[in-house]
């Protein structure tokens, strides 16, 4: 895992030409017909072919386009069918200017399928005690509210607590009409759009009590 400090240096010498790069793209390049599905932060592994890939990393990653999440998403209003991101909006510093952006630029009846951490099932598993179902990442900790602060910090890097209730909030001053909650891996109400490549990437070694707190929602015809 690449140092907080590390990061923000990244940020502050790159941050400029990411907003430039967003900007060009977003008015010269960026496709505005057609079925366009966008997937945010493929990180090193899980790029998807047929999406256009959006990510900060462009060194040891694979994206289609460089540029900050953290910023406006670089796309005209209303062109985008799909969007997908799977453990990446903990990592935002504010989860409703990300949600408003994917409101703007959905098509009317465009969905969004969005995971991470589940702060629900995290906080069931610490009242019950079940140190087991933390997993012990990025650090070893021997105790069981030292495995929350883990599962729910990850050292700093994740920025907020996600709860069902808490992404339903957000989505709705969005303009989402609704959420839906997914198992990850096996579940989606969007089947045209979140096909099996997509799911692969996905991961949950307790089912019954994911992990990953899995969203989907639609923008309003």
């Given at each position: 895992?690449?140092?907080?400090?590390?990061?923000?240096?990244?940020?502050?010498?790159?941050g400029p030409l990411l907003r430039a790069n967003g900007f060009i793209y977003r008015h010269l390049?960026?496709?505005?017909v057609g079925n366009i599905k966008v997937h945010l932060g493929p990180g090193?592994?899980?790029?998807?072919?047929?999406?256009?890939?959006?990510?900060?990393?462009?060194?040891?990653?694979k994206c289609d386009v460089w540029t900050n999440l953290h910023?406006?998403?670089?796309f005209p209003d209303s062109t985008v069918s799909a969007i997908y991101s799977h453990h990446v909006i903990e990592?935002?510093?504010?989860?409703?200017h990300h949600f408003r952006e994917i409101h703007r630029v959905l098509k009317p009846g465009g969905i969004f399928r969005i995971g991470g951490p589940n702060g629900d099932v995290a906080c069931q598993k610490f009242v019950e005690g079940k140190h087991d179902w933390f997993p012990d990442y990025p650090d070893n900790r021997a105790s069981i509210g030292g495995r929350l602060e883990n599962f729910i910090?990850?050292?700093?890097?994740h920025l907020t607590i996600l709860t069902y209730s808490f992404l339903e909030e957000v989505a709705l001053k969005a303009g989402f009409p609704a959420i839906k909650k997914c198992r990850p891996?096996?579940?989606?109400?969007?089947?045209?759009?979140?096909?099996?490549?997509?799911?692969?990437?996905?991961?949950?070694?307790?089912?019954?009590?994911?992990?990953?707190?899995?969203?989907?929602?639609?923008?309003?015809?």
């Open positions: 895992m690449l140092k907080r400090d590390y990061k923000r240096l990244f940020y502050t010498l790159c390049r960026a496709p505005r090193k592994r899980n790029y998807l072919q047929g999406w256009i890939n959006l990510d900060a990393n462009m060194f040891t990653g910023d406006p998403l670089p990592h935002l510093e504010d989860p409703f910090f990850c050292r700093g890097e891996v096996t579940e989606t109400h969007h089947g045209e759009y979140i096909d099996q490549a997509v799911l692969a990437l996905e991961w949950e070694s307790t089912p019954e009590y994911p992990h990953t707190l899995m969203v989907e929602g639609q923008k309003p015809l």
